[in-house]
């Protein structure tokens, strides 16, 4: 179970990116202990288990796993990933499957409109649950706010905000993402595109190109 930021008292940004917000290891003074437990105990055992069950393919599952520190935050179409790691498509849905089936991972699809710029979508964007096992799988450790990397987290814990609300007000809405083969993007889409979210750290001069494009 992971907190939301107003349950956590005296909340800091930084914090919560390295450590995550699963509860009881966010105020842990030795939070890397505990969240390397948390996936060697939990993810690597059960989900891998489970996996390797369904597949019968326990070193191609184990491989599969560690592509998900590659994966993570970023644009990924199955095919790329089978010739990377050398796991069959079959298998990676399988695998990608189980991750979002046991809520350790969200997909999110592309937001495209036929009329629209020409945009992308057949590409997946893929996110851990939480923000302290994704910099554990992804062997990261920020140490302020001002690196490409906390935004990059910052735009992770922003998409865990947007799904927990809809969950908590009973919503529906899709979440995706916009990106034009020109490079344009917007960081997320809610429902039928009502609703454009860009995250920054910092604005700064140039960075709502993807908004403004997104709206014409």
């Given amino acids: 179970m992971t907190l939301s930021w107003i349950e ?3 909340f800091q940004p930084l914090q919560a ?3 995550g917000l699963l509860t009881g290891i966010y105020t842990e003074t030795k939070y890397r202990r505990s969240l390397a437990a948390y996936v060697r ?3 690597s055992e059960e989900i891998i288990n489970e996996a390797a069950t369904a597949t019968r393919k326990a070193d191609a599952l184990i491989r599969f796993f560690e592509t998900l520190r590659f994966c993570h935050g970023e644009v990924y179409i199955t095919p790329t990933v089978c010739w ?4 069959s498509a079959k298998n990676v849905k399988t695998y990608f499957d189980i991750v979002l089936d046991s809520l350790i991972g969200y997909r999110l699809y592309p937001f495209h409109q036929p009329r629209g710029r020409q945009s992308i979508s057949a590409a997946h964007k893929f996110y851990l649950f939480d923000t302290g096992v994704a910099g554990h799988i992804c062997q990261r450790t920020l140490k302020d706010m001002n690196r490409p990397e906390f935004g990059r987290a910052f735009e992770y814990f922003i998409l865990i905000k947007l799904i927990g609300t809809r969950s908590y007000q009973e919503k529906d809405h899709a979440i995706k993402y916009w990106h034009t083969k020109s490079g344009l993007k917007v960081d997320f889409i809610l429902g039928n595109g ?3 979210i860009e995250t920054k750290v910092r604005v700064r001069q140039g960075d709502l190109q993807g908004i403004w494009a997104f709206r014409e």
């Fill in 194 to 196: 009502g609703v454009a």
């Fill in 17 to 19: 990116s390295n450590r």
């Fill in 41 to 43: 105990d939990y993810l």
């Fill in 8 to 10: 956590v008292p005296d």
């Fill in 84 to 87: 990377d790691y050398a796991v």
